[in-house]
């Protein structure tokens, strides 16, 4: 989002969204609506005395964000015009958008997802925040499922900028390419991904955190200095580049050669994985041999090594300028 909370939606589709569950991520992505100038934002919530608060809620949070200096003072008649439903049906009755954010229970999202496409227009795209359930299972519950996908956006929404967007086998291309081009007008990063457990980012985000925490088990570090390897290591590249181009730029054989120590260390769940030995076999050892997971000319190559000594360079000077954020006292897990 911009400072000015001018991102885009303007008379676009959607004019008119509906939220379903105002929590954690639901306020979030209203808020993200409202700056981007979503025309109509209606929720609705457990109950019609909570749904009554969100319109106070909101301008909370946003003239937090405004005092901050991260929002400009607009947004705050944006966030006073949102409205509180008294239930799903009336939320979504001319919704073109409707967001599903209630707590991660397959029944609930079953119950809340069947009155939405009850209630809603035809035409209404239905799209459910669920981190991890499988969105084929959630669409048994929506009428006329080739309107319906995930839409996984990630906590804090209005500042992370990827939004996972899964489509079901029966969810319409259209319906796709509308969410994507509405994501990418409002300034966010989609990438659309197929509906495995976990989807794509927590499936990997799961994996570190595992791992994490079995450095700490094992006696390696504890979670301070586990955090402060991570976030000063590989995690300090990851605004920048994925784990490919990493990986490329590493060079393959070396992780290859890293794989088999943890292997002969940690068991089979660390062999060499065979992509990887195939291409260091192949001489495609990253960057240094020209190609990698991706080619790379000699000019390319220079430039790109060139360009991420920049961006590491600025990101240090930025981290430098920023206070601390000192976490408190160990825990004594
Ligand atoms: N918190 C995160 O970091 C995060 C990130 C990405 C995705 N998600 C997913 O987003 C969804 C919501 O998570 P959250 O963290 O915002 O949860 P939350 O508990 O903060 O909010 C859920 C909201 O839904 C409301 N609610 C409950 N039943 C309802 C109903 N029948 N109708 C309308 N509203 C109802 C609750 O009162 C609550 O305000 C979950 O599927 C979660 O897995 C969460």
Redesign the pocket.
Known sequence: MSETGQVGAGDEWPRSVAI???????LGVGEYFAAAGVRRIRF???TPE?ARQVPERLVRRVRGHVEAGLLSEEVVDRASAVEGADD?ASAVRDADLVFE????RME??H??LAACAAAAPEGATIA??????PINELAVAVEKPGRFLGM????PPEWTPAVEVIPAPATDAAVVEGVMGFLRRIGKRPAVVGDGPGFVANRIQMALFREALACVQSGLASPREVDEVVRSSFGFRLPFFGPFIIADMAGLDVYGSIFETLERGLGESFRPPNALRSLVEEGRVGTKSGAGFMEYTDEEREKLLLERDRRYAALNELLGKLPPLEPGPDGDR
Do not use: Q
């Open positions: 379903i569950g105002a929590g954690t991520m639901g609705s919530e457990a909570l799903v954010a209630v707590p991660e609930l999202k119950e809340v459910s925040n669920t981190s991890s359930l996984h956006w990630f906590n």
